[in-house]
């Protein structure tokens, strides 16, 4: 467990390091781009990273230009099956350290 916290603290001192570096390298401009109306039928997938990893979004189009499914997976929906190996051995207290130390995110994937 202690490996996991000594990752999470590299994680931070190098995400201020990445911002550090965005907002110095800010392109000017606008910050939202509008696409349009959706058409009838199109579908689409996107990735972003996320706090927790990849994150995946898929999107289609009805016949009305509506929407009309769309999936989401976070990057905990591929992490929890980890969680099962690292608890066995341990006392139950532990459980919510161990737990927490995943940083996984119930309603991510919930469905």
Known sequence: MLAR???RGDEIVESLNLIDQMILRLPGGPLVQ????????????????SPRGLLSHWLRADDHGLIGEWRVRSASHAIWPALA???????????PLINKSFNLCYACTDK
């Open 85 to 95: 190996l690292c608890v066995p051995g341990n006392i139950v207290p532990d459980f």
């Open 34 to 49: 509008h696409v349009g109306e959706l058409q009838p039928g199109r579908w689409g997938f996107g990735l972003v990273e």
């Open 5 to 7: 916290l000594d990752v």
